[in-house]
């Protein structure tokens, strides 16, 4: 279900159809509306969790394997000098 219903549409058809005595018939286009709102809803619930997920989740920031290595070695001569000192 891609567009929004013509919920007077489907109304004005499921009273046609009653008053034509089929209810059964309005009872499955009932039910099969139902199931693929709950379908769509599900489809968008799911959409939101990963947007969310997304925007707040937890993320690992990346680190250029150069820069570590800068780092370490940067570090690892002020060790040096701290213990030549």
Do not use: Y
Not at 29 to 35: F, G
């Amino acid at each position: 279900m891609t567009s929004a219903p013509d919920i007077k549409g489907i109304s004005e058809h499921l009273r046609k159809v009653i008053g034509d005595g089929r209810v059964d018939e309005a009872l499955g286009m009932v039910e099969t509306i139902l199931a693929q709102l709950r379908a769509r809803n599900a489809e968008l619930e799911l959409q939101v969790m990963k947007l969310r997920k997304h925007q707040f989740g937890q993320r690992s920031e990346k680190v250029d394997p150069d820069q570590l290595a800068l780092f370490i070695a940067q570090a690892q001569a002020e060790s040096k000098q701290i213990d030549e000192a």
